[in-house]
């Protein structure tokens, strides 16, 4: 795979851990890793989006959600949300750039989720521009939760 050294584009693959949307080495993200403390959080994995290399090749550009498989990844991702004590309100048909909302009534925590959905246990996850610009934008609230095995078993 190769990487660019544009800004972030239309038609992302995740690959990686994300802080800034500006090219960065190994080094520095390990860094800023090292540099982070968590506090009360359980830390599920890091991602990187980078511009998908082949972006304008038609089988990228021909990229069609899958209504079943978004059905299952967000009953997964509210139930799991649920089960956190959380309010949970399903806001994805409202194009905000983001499908869940989800609050902790008690610390006050804001999460904007983006839910992906994979039919299997990897694949390729697209941000379209709307998801990508509020993810830049809200940063300090923005999750993306990536529900993988939809059609079989589904895993958060």
């Not at 584009?9 to 090219?23: A, K, L, M, R, Y």
């Not at 498989?69 to 139930?79: K, Y």
């Not at 949970?88 to 804001?110: A, F, I, M, Q, R």
């Amino acid at each position: 795979m190769t990487t660019s050294s544009s800004p972030i584009s239309e038609g992302c693959i995740v690959v990686g851990p994300v802080f800034t949307t500006e090219p960065m080495s190994v080094e520095t993200v390990r860094a800023r890793e090292r540099s982070l403390t968590l506090q009360a959080a359980e830390r599920i994995a890091s991602i990187l989006i980078l511009p998908h290399p082949e972006r304008e090749a038609l089988d990228v550009r021909g990229m069609r959600p899958n209504p079943e498989t978004e059905a299952t990844a967000m009953r997964v991702v509210i139930e799991y949300e649920k089960a956190q004590g959380r309010q949970v309100y399903d806001v994805h048909e409202k194009n905000l750039g983001y499908d869940v909302t989800s609050l902790d009534s008690n610390s006050g925590e804001l999460q904007l989720i983006e839910v992906k959905g994979l039919a299997e246990s990897t694949g390729t996850i697209l941000l379209t521009p709307n998801e990508r610009c509020v993810a830049e934008d809200q940063r300090d609230f923005y999750w993306l939760h990536v529900v993988t095995n939809c059609v079989l078993k589904p895993t958060q």
